[in-house]
């Protein structure tokens, strides 16, 4: 199964996510925009409109859809507009692509609870989209900090 996510800066979240058990792959990319076959220097330029996400692969006999958007919710500032950290621009924007209607209401359920449990002093803004294109980012984005030896994302 596929799950779409944008939480900031991509290396961290791709990271995070292949840290779960069940996961089976994980590529960073670009998702949510109006341009075609975008480029990192595009999507950081904020004329194209994407956010950086990671597409998740997953095998639901070992991780539930739930578990990870209870990760994905963890990993982020979710109450943070278009930024997280130091990370500034609409490219780093709280974000949940759905594949499917249950996704989508999965993603509706755990973002007004997250909300109603008081947990966080600001509304989270995460927005819950239907999956558009993935255009996967370069090679040397994909396991970038797995390759680098760690650094260089806000991710919890």
Request: proline share 4%; aromatic share 10%; charged share 25%.
């Given at each position: 199964?596929?799950?779409?996510f944008?939480?900031?800066?991509?290396?961290?979240v791709?990271?995070?996510f292949?840290?779960?058990?069940?996961?089976?792959?994980?590529?960073?990319g670009?998702?949510?925009?109006?341009?075609?076959?975008?480029?990192?220097?595009?999507?950081?330029?904020?004329?194209?409109g994407?956010?950086?996400?990671?597409?998740?692969?997953?095998?639901?006999?070992?991780?539930?859809?739930?578990?990870?958007?209870?990760?994905?919710?963890?990993?982020h500032?979710?109450?943070?507009?278009?930024?997280?950290?130091?990370?500034?621009?609409?490219?780093?924007?709280?974000?949940?692509?759905?594949?499917s209607?249950?996704?989508?209401?999965?993603?509706?359920?755990?973002?007004?609870?997250?909300?109603?449990?008081?947990?966080?002093?600001?509304?989270?803004?995460?927005?819950i989209?239907?999956?558009?294109?993935?255009?996967?980012?370069?090679?040397?984005?994909q396991?970038?900090?797995?390759?680098?030896?760690?650094?260089?994302?806000?991710?919890?």
């Amino acid at each position: 199964m596929k799950a779409t996510f944008g939480a900031g800066c991509f290396w961290g979240v791709e990271m995070s996510f292949r840290r779960l058990d069940g996961v089976t792959d994980a590529a960073v990319g670009y998702a949510g925009g109006h341009t075609d076959n975008p480029t990192y220097a595009e999507v950081c330029g904020h004329g194209s409109g994407h956010a950086e996400v990671v597409e998740v692969e997953y095998d639901p006999a070992r991780i539930g859809y739930e578990a990870l958007l209870k990760a994905f919710f963890e990993m982020h500032d979710p109450t943070q507009v278009n930024r997280q950290g130091p990370d500034i621009g609409d490219q780093y924007r709280s974000v949940v692509f759905f594949h499917s209607p249950e996704q989508q209401a999965a993603a509706e359920k755990a973002k007004a609870d997250l909300d109603a449990s008081g947990r966080h002093a600001r509304p989270i803004a995460t927005s819950i989209e239907s999956a558009p294109t993935f255009w996967r980012a370069e090679e040397y984005h994909q396991r970038y900090i797995e390759r680098r030896g760690g650094g260089g994302c806000a991710v919890r």
